[in-house]
T-cell receptor, first 112, second 112 residues
Framework: DVKVTQSSRYLVKRTGEKVFLECVQD?????MFWYRQDPGLGLRLIYF???????EKGDIPEGYSVSREKKERFSLILESASTNQTSMYLC???????????FGNGTRLTVT | DQQVKQNSPSLSVQEGRISILNCDYT??????FLWYKKYPAEGPTFLIS?????DKNEDGRFTVFLNKSAKHLSLHIVPSQPGDSAVYFC???????????FGKGTKLTVNP
């Protein structure tokens, strides 16, 4: 069974801090994604990666960057955290396009 | 512009009855549709999918119907069980794209 692991379930950071959210998948999936989930807004795609060192912007990339140095690991970086980045962050992976996404359990980030 | 719409934020049904969750889309290029279920404090899990070449797909208690002319799909759960209580997300993807587009979700409550 595919496992997508997000390193932290809960994080509290201060405004202006640099924040790293880590995600690891163990099934040799090609594609990896970062979403955020907010009440009333559903899941919105921040960034995705279809190969090592490759990345594409999603629908809301502003204020975020990503890193994929190894196939199994996809990191989301908040360069300077702001209160409007308080959210649930979900990492996902898929073997190839149009196959179901496998999600991690999420990281609830609070920026104060 | 919201390409995938779930117009009902919530739905409440009695155990044993049918649950019908609806989803509308605007992009006629979408050709693959998925439903995900999400429990609190967990990531979404894949439930069922349907390709645009079909109008129905069934998996146990779950059936998804697709009406391409109306750009509408629905998820039927029969019989509903209290363990089905969760948020259900409809998602769509266009062939050749890696980007899944999610609706805002419908919170289903199944009452014992």
């Amino acid at each position: 069974d595919v496992k997508v692991t997000q390193s932290s379930r809960y994080l509290v950071k201060r405004t202006g801090e640099k924040v790293f959210l880590e995600c690891v998948q163990d099934m040799d999936h090609e594609n990896m994604f970062w979403y955020r989930q907010d009440p009333g807004l559903g899941l919105r795609l921040i960034y995705f990666s279809y190969d090592v060192k490759m990345k594409e912007k999603g629908d809301i990339p502003e204020g975020y960057s990503v890193s994929r140095e190894k196939k199994e690991r996809f990191s989301l970086i908040l360069e300077s955290a702001s209160t409007n980045q308080t959210s649930m962050y979900l990492c996902a992976s898929e073997k190839f396009g149009n196959s179901p996404l496998h999600f991690g359990n999420g990281t609830r980030l609070t920026v104060t | 512009d919201q390409q995938v719409k779930q117009n009902s934020p919530s739905l409440s049904v009695q155990e044993g009855r049918i649950s019908i969750l609806n989803c509308d889309y605007t992009n006629s290029m979408f050709d693959y549709f998925l439903w995900y279920k999400k429990y609190p404090a967990e990531g979404p899990t894949f439930l069922i999918s349907i390709s645009s070449i079909k109008d129905k797909n069934e998996d146990g208690r779950f059936t998804v119907f697709l009406n391409k002319s109306a750009k509408h799909l629905s998820l039927h759960i029969v019989p509903s069980q209290p363990g089905d209580s969760a948020v259900y997300f409809c998602a769509a993807v266009q062939g050749g794209s890696e980007k899944l587009v999610f609706g805002k979700g419908t919170k289903l409550t199944v009452n014992p």
